[in-house]
Nanobody, 114 residues
Framework: QVQLVESGGGLVQPGESLRLSCVGS????????MNWYRQAPGKQRDLVAG???????NYADSVKGRFTISRDNARNTVILQMNSLKPEDTAVYFC????????WGQGTQVTVSS
C-alpha cells in the first residue's frame, strides 16, 4: 500500500519561511518523479514544483526564486523549502508521486497572513 505523508505546514507571516516534507512508503521511491501541488479554496489544484528521478527540478513561475524542491531517495523524502512567503501562497499543499500511476498525500495547510 502506497502512502505519502506530508508535514511542515502551518501559519506564518509574509516574508517568513516554511519547509514541507513528504515521506513515501510502499513504493520504489527513486523510480518516481515527485511533485508538490497546491490548492486554494475555490481554485483548481496547481503544480508548484517537481523533481525528476534524476534530480532535475521545475517550478511554477509564481514561486521561482523563492521555493526549492529537493529529494533524498535514501530517506524516501521530498522537501519543499519555501522562502519569502506571500499571502497568495496560502493553500493546501499536496505531495504527488508520478510514474505510470499517480499517488497523492492527504495535504498540509499553509497559511500566510499577518
Amino acid at each position: 500500500q502506497v502512502q505519502l505523508v506530508e508535514s511542515g505546514g502551518g501559519l506564518v507571516q509574509p516574508g517568513e519561511s516554511l519547509r514541507l516534507s513528504c515521506v513515501g512508503s510502499g513504493l520504489q521511491f527513486s523510480d518516481y518523479a515527485m511533485n508538490w501541488y497546491r490548492q486554494a479554496p475555490g481554485k483548481q489544484r496547481d503544480l508548484v514544483a517537481g523533481i525528476s528521478t534524476l534530480g532535475g527540478a521545475n517550478y511554477a513561475d509564481s514561486v521561482k526564486g523563492r521555493f526549492t524542491i529537493s529529494r533524498d531517495n535514501a530517506r524516501n523524502t521530498v522537501i519543499l523549502q519555501m522562502n519569502s512567503l506571500k499571502p497568495e501562497d496560502t493553500a493546501v499543499y499536496f505531495c504527488n508521486a508520478q510514474r505510470l500511476l499517480d499517488f497523492w498525500g492527504q495535504g498540509t495547510q499553509v497559511t500566510v497572513s499577518s
